[in-house]
């Protein structure tokens, strides 16, 4: 059996968890887990506003979950790594075994 993690890892997480398991937030995601897209992009895909998804981008970023890269005044956004994009792949092989 695996130890159980420290306090303050399993905070870590809990905030992860917390701040991926948003609606929007979790479009966005999917939006962007293939290629960087601008934040035009991911409006016209995720289709809510642009300040909207402006603000959640901005979450996701502070928490670690997106990168961006700028090209002249536009910013592209990406999945930060391949862990962000295995943790939904997983979360929805999960959810989706039990349709």
Same mark, same amino acid.
């Given at each position: 059996?695996? *130890?159980?993690? #420290? ?18 937030? /979790?479009?966005?995601? &999917? ?6 897209? #601008? ?6 895909? =995720? ?6 998804? #402006?603000?959640? /981008? $901005? ?5 670690? /979950? ?8 536009? =910013?592209? &956004? ?5 862990? =962000?994009?295995? /943790?939904? *792949?997983?979360? &929805?092989?999960?959810? $989706?075994?039990?349709?």
């Amino acid at each position: 059996m695996s *130890k159980i993690p #420290s306090d303050e890892i399993l905070d870590r997480m809990e905030s992860v968890l917390n701040i991926a398991s948003d609606f929007t937030r /979790l479009k966005i995601m &999917y939006a962007i887990m293939k290629e960087e897209k #601008s934040v035009s992009e991911i409006v016209e895909e =995720v289709g809510a506003s642009q300040s909207l998804v #402006s603000h959640q /981008l $901005s979450v996701l970023k502070n928490a670690d /979950l997106v990168s961006t890269r700028k090209d002249g005044t536009k =910013v592209f &956004y990406r999945l930060a790594d391949e862990h =962000v994009d295995m /943790l939904l *792949k997983i979360v &929805y092989e999960h959810v $989706s075994e039990k349709e």
